[in-house]
C-alpha cells in the first residue's frame, strides 16, 4: 500500500509484543477494513517476526467453532503462520516467563508430503488426505497477553496472527484416513486436575480451508510444513510446575513441561 499503513499497523503489534504489552485491538487509524485487509497486515507482521523466530515453517487455524465466531464477532475461521523457532518437540520444556499469558489448545497436526499450491485449488477434505505425510499429536501455545475475549475484534486478531507462540508435536504417526480423523478422541492430563476430553471436529475440512486461504493469497503449504487444525478440547491456561500430557487415541501424544 502506497501510505505503508499495513507496515505500521504490523510494527505496532509487533512493538506490543516484544514489549510485553496487554494485548489490545488496532487504533482506528491503523485497524483493518476487511478480512484482506487484515491478511496484508498479517503478512507485514511476518516479515518483522522472521528475524526473531525464523521462517515460516507451518500454519494455524483458528476460530473453528460457531462459539468462538459468535465471541470474536466473525462467520468464518482465521489463519495465521507457525514459524520455524517456535516448533518444539515432545518431550518440550518450556518457561511461563517467556510467554505473557501462556495458554495451550490441543490440537491434530499434519506434516505435509507434497506442496499445496496455487495450481491445485480448490482444495477438499478428500484431495489434501493424499498430501499428508504423517499426524501428531501437538499443543499449541497461544500467547493472548491477557487479551479480553469479548472486546477482541476478529480483524485484529488475525492482523496480530492469531496470537500464534509455537507448537509442541507429538511423535509422527501414519497417514491416516479420513474416518479415523473425524472419530479421534482426544485427553488432556494436567497435573492431578480432572481429565478432559474431546473429539476431533473435521481436522482435514481445517487442513483444506487453509490451503485454500494460504494458496489464494498467493503463497502456499510446502512440503514438510505443519498444519495445526483446531483445538479438540477448550482453550486451557498452564502454571509453572505442571505437566500436560495431550493423548489422540490411536496417535500417540504429546508433552508439556512448563517450567
Not at 18 to 31: F, G, I, K, V
Not at 238 to 259: K, W
Request: charged share 20%; net charge neutral.
Amino acid at each position: 500500500m502506497v501510505d505503508g499503513r499495513f507496515e505500521r499497523a504490523a510494527q505496532h503489534l509487533w512493538t506490543a509484543c516484544q514489549q510485553r504489552s496487554a494485548y489490545a485491538n488496532l487504533p482506528a487509524e491503523l485497524a483493518p477494513r476487511g478480512v484482506d485487509e487484515a491478511y496484508a497486515i498479517q503478512d507485514a507482521y511476518h516479515r518483522l517476526a522472521t528475524a526473531a523466530r525464523g521462517p515460516v515453517a507451518g500454519w494455524k487455524i483458528a476460530t473453528t467453532t460457531r462459539v468462538m465466531q459468535e465471541l470474536m464477532g466473525i462467520d468464518r475461521p482465521c489463519g495465521g503462520a507457525i514459524f520455524e523457532r517456535t516448533i518444539h518437540h515432545t518431550p518440550a520444556r518450556l518457561r511461563c516467563a517467556d510467554f505473557v499469558s501462556l495458554k495451550i489448545e490441543c490440537e491434530i497436526a499434519f506434516r505435509l508430503a507434497a506442496d499445496l499450491s496455487r495450481e491445485r485449488m480448490p482444495y477438499t477434505p478428500d484431495s489434501v488426505l493424499a498430501s499428508i505425510e504423517s499426524v501428531m499429536p501437538a499443543f499449541e501455545l497461544i500467547d493472548d497477553r491477557h487479551a479480553v475475549y469479548k472486546e477482541t475484534r476478529a480483524l485484529s486478531l488475525i492482523a496480530d496472527n492469531c496470537w500464534n507462540a509455537g507448537v509442541v508435536l507429538g511423535g509422527p504417526a501414519r497417514p491416516p484416513s479420513q474416518p479415523e480423523l473425524d472419530t479421534a478422541r482426544g485427553t488432556l492430563e494436567i497435573s492431578g486436575r480432572p481429565v478432559l476430553h474431546g473429539n476431533a471436529d473435521g481436522p482435514l475440512r481445517a487442513l483444506a480451508w487453509m490451503a485454500n486461504l494460504v494458496a489464494g493469497r498467493g503463497q502456499q503449504i510446502r512440503r514438510g510444513m505443519v498444519v495445526i487444525t483446531g483445538s479438540l478440547i477448550p482453550t486451557t491456561a498452564i502454571a509453572p510446575g505442571e505437566t500436560a500430557i495431550f493423548t489422540v487415541a490411536g496417535f500417540g501424544q504429546a508433552r508439556l513441561d512448563v517450567l
